[in-house]
Every structure is written in C-alpha cells, then in structure tokens.
C-alpha cells in the first residue's frame, strides 16, 4: 500500500520555525517530484514548493519565497519543508504530494498523483 505520512505539524508563535516531514512507504519515490500543498479554512489548497527528483530544481510561492526551503533524502524516500519566519498566514492544512509523470517540477495539484493525509500548522500572533 502507498503512502505518505507527514508529521512535525504544530503550534508555534509568529516568527518561530517548524520543520515538516513526509515519509512515503509502499514503492520508491526517489523519481518523483515531490511537493507541498496548504489549504486554510475557507480557502484553495495552494502550491508551497516542490522540488526535482535530483534535489536540483525547486520552486517556491511567493508567498513563502526566503522563508520556506524544501529537500529531499532519497535514501529515506522522505522530503522535508523547514519553514522559519511563520506568520499566522501561514497557518494551514499542510500536505506532501509525489507526482510520478512530471519531468519538470509543476505546481498544480491536478498534476500530484499522491497525497499525504495532512498535518496541521497553527502560527499565532
């Protein structure tokens, strides 16, 4: 069975850091591209950053550009997001996902074939 399980959610005060893991099981993922997703109440989940197979290429949101770095250990098929300076915009649902198709790193969900079950992040003011 494949999956993706991510932990190291929490609550944290604005400016604090938090570092998110996504452990996949079931099939290797070290080919895929791999990503982070966020969906506040009311909202579209969103793209946070994704990064290439090889850990060459990443791409980030605006929003989260100099703040957020996201890496990978293909070794332990799992991926990483270390997120410093929080604000409490960015208090979401956060969700890894791994696309097996894409050769470039892309950012629409649609194009993320599987999804952990999330873990949230609350920043407060």
């Known amino acids: 069975q494949v999956q993706l399980v991510e932990s190291g959610g929490g609550l944290v005060q604005a400016g604090g850091s938090l570092r998110l893991s996504c452990a996949a099981s079931?099939?290797?993922?070290?080919?895929?591209?791999r990503g982070w997703f966020r969906q506040a109440p009311g909202k579209e989940r969103e793209f946070v950053a994704a990064i290439s197979w090889s850990g060459d290429n990443t791409r980030y949101a605006d929003s989260v550009k100099g703040r957020f770095t996201i890496s990978r250990d293909n070794a332990k098929n799992t991926v990483y997001l270390q997120m410093n300076s929080l604000k409490p915009e960015d208090t979401a649902v956060y969700y890894c996902?791994?696309?097996?198709?894409?050769?470039?790193?892309?950012?629409?969900?649609?194009?993320?074939?599987?999804w952990g079950q999330g873990t949230q992040v609350t920043v407060s003011s």
């Open positions: 079931g099939r290797t993922f070290s080919r895929y591209v």
């Open positions: 996902a791994a696309d097996s198709t894409s050769t470039i790193v892309v950012v629409t969900p649609i194009r993320y074939d599987y």
